[in-house]
């Protein structure tokens, strides 16, 4: 009933900047969460950013803190993710994430999102 779709991945220097997009589609009961991971080979998936589309809190990762921003369009029913200053360890497929809410909280963990979209593969080079 729920499907993602990522686009905007691509390959650039350090320092360059892209904006991916999640196309979802379905429905979701009461509030729910989305997320951004991203998994490099021979790493473990790790969490980006999350929102919570009932009160619209963000989190970002450590890592991305300051660099990147996430948004979204209600009306398309879009999230983005605009990642500036872009690094080599940013190298990374990234993932669109999706999953109903319980309360107030969104999951930092991948296990915890039963919706995922096919990954677009960013690629950073120096």
């Known amino acids: 009933q729920v499907q993602l779709v990522e686009s905007g991945g691509g390959s650039v220097q350090t320092g360059g900047a892209l904006r991916l997009s999640c196309a979802a589609s379905?429905?979701?009961?009461?509030?729910?969460?989305m997320a951004w991971f991203r998994q490099a080979p021979g790493k473990a998936r790790e969490r980006v950013a999350r929102?919570?589309?009932?009160?619209?809190?963000?989190e970002y990762a450590d890592s991305v803190k300051g660099r990147f921003t996430m948004s979204r369009d209600k009306a398309k029913n879009v999230l983005y993710l605009e990642m500036m200053s872009l690094k080599t360890e940013d190298t990374a497929i990234y993932y669109c994430?999706?999953?109903?809410?319980?309360?107030?909280?969104?999951?930092?963990?991948?296990?915890?999102?039963?919706?995922w979209g096919q990954g677009t593969q960013v690629t950073v080079s120096s």
């Open positions: 994430a999706a999953t109903e809410v319980g309360g107030t909280d969104c999951s930092l963990y991948p296990t915890d999102y039963p919706y």
């Open positions: 379905g429905t979701f009961y009461g509030w729910y969460c």
């Open positions: 929102i919570n589309t009932g009160n619209s809190l963000t």
